[in-house]
């Protein structure tokens, strides 16, 4: 499968952003995708995902509240709305996607064997 992530940009804090990734290609059935970023000189790390088949969520503890992923299969998309943005959510935001990864490993970057390309939020203070 496929993956392009798009909807990056600046925005200033307690601004908010959606952030789209594109699917194509192998069936998407069974898959799962999720969101992680890399701030700059950090590790990569786990935001979101969300279930193909039934729209089901998991979150990081530090990201809940104030984003939410959400598909769309029509579209074959996922999306990440972010809201009250902070500096420290500047980094580049990957797509990613598994048929295989179990629940207690949504949130290891090892378990996913698709990646989208990345796009660059950047919260302005």
């Known amino acids: 499968v496929q993956l392009q992530a798009c909807g990056g940009g600046l925005v200033q804090a307690g601004g908010s952003l959606r952030l789209s990734c594109a699917a194509s290609g192998r069936t998407l059935t069974n898959i799962r995708v999720a969101w992680f970023r890399q701030a700059p000189g950090k590790e990569r790390d786990f935001v979101a995902a969300?279930?193909?088949?039934?729209?089901?969520?998991v979150y990081a503890d530090s990201m809940k509240g104030r984003f939410t992923i959400s598909r769309d299969p029509a579209k074959k998309a996922v999306y990440l709305q972010m809201n009250s943005l902070k500096p420290e959510d500047t980094a580049v935001y990957y797509c990613?996607?598994?048929?295989?990864?179990?629940?207690?490993?949504?949130?290891?970057?090892?378990?996913?064997?698709?990646w989208g390309q990345g796009t660059l939020v950047t919260v302005s203070s």
């Open positions: 990613a996607a598994s048929y295989s990864v179990i629940r207690s490993n949504l949130g290891s970057q090892d378990a996913y064997a698709f």
């Open positions: 969300v279930y193909w088949n039934g729209g089901n969520t």
